[in-house]
């Protein structure tokens, strides 16, 4: 069993940023591939970033290559997003997930999830 906590959504201006971390539970916690998704209202999960488990590699979506960064510290079963240059469309629910097996890109391919953190952009 994996819990998991979001935390260090908030409201930001256009061009700021934020760093959001997801704490773990759980003795296989660091063995696991980390996501984190977003959701804005009337539209599905999107895939944001994951990394593998040791931090060495990671993987983004085209729309936050370059802004945003995952890392994690297993030492303290912590994920984290650094969200760079926001945008008012990075407005969304921001989730992270526990990928169990398929592609990182999928949101079906994660098993656990947390409640997620809202993150508002504004212009």
């Known amino acids: 069993q994996v819990q998991l906590v979001e935390s260090g959504g908030g409201l930001v201006q256009a061009g700021g940023s934020l760093r959001l971390s997801c704490a773990g539970s759980?003795?296989?916690?660091?063995?696991?591939?980390m996501g984190w998704f977003r959701q804005a209202p009337g539209k599905e999960r999107e895939f944001l970033a994951a990394?593998?488990?040791?931090?060495?590699?990671?993987y983004y979506a085209d729309s936050v290559k370059g802004r945003f960064t995952i890392s994690r510290d297993n030492a303290n079963n912590t994920v984290y997003l650094q969200m760079n240059s926001l945008k008012p469309e990075d407005t969304a629910v921001y989730y992270c997930?526990?990928?169990?097996?398929?592609?990182?890109?999928?949101?079906?391919?994660?098993?656990?999830w947390g409640q997620g953190t809202q993150v508002t952009v504004s212009s």
């Open positions: 990394v593998n488990w040791s931090g060495r590699s990671s």
């Open positions: 997930a526990a990928h169990f097996g398929g592609s990182y890109y999928y949101a079906t391919s994660y098993n656990y």
């Open positions: 759980g003795r296989i916690f660091s063995s696991l591939v």
